[in-house]
């Protein structure tokens, strides 16, 4: 694929990802399967580098958090499916625990350009 294909798109100015905060969007890109749904993700910190992933489970395709920003588990630890309690790293989106076990979070590429974050869907 092509930068032209997947072009950057601009989510949120830098200064609003804050430790703690998960900044959700849409993306101008429309899945595949089922073709032209509108696909979402979510961005945050993780420490100090921005992290992005689709806000998809990877068990049912259901998005994850069970409210806007909120996608942590109760110990603040995991990024946590609201539907079924599966659990996944936030710096590779690995799922640890729950029915999608051994899969992953899809990540979005991440840049910080001229004070602003942005994402793109990986080739």
Not at 67 to 94: R, V, W, Y
């Given at each position: ?6 072009p ?15 900044i ?26 921005p ?61 910080q ?11």
């Open positions: 694929m092509t930068e032209q294909n997947h950057w798109q601009t989510v949120c100015p830098a200064t609003d990802l804050v430790p703690g905060r998960f959700e969007f849409r993306l101008k890109q429309k899945a595949r399967e089922p073709e032209g749904m509108p696909l979402t993700g979510f961005v945050f910190l993780d420490g100090s580098e992290k992005a992933y689709l806000n998809i489970c990877p068990h049912l395709g259901i998005e994850l958090n069970w409210m806007p920003g909120k996608f942590m588990d109760a110990d603040n630890l995991f990024i946590q499916c609201s539907t079924h309690g599966a659990l996944f790293k936030p710096g590779t989106g690995e799922c640890i625990a729950g029915p999608c076990q051994g899969d992953a979070l899809t990540a979005l590429e991440v840049r350009n001229d004070g602003q974050i942005e994402i793109r869907l990986g080739d």
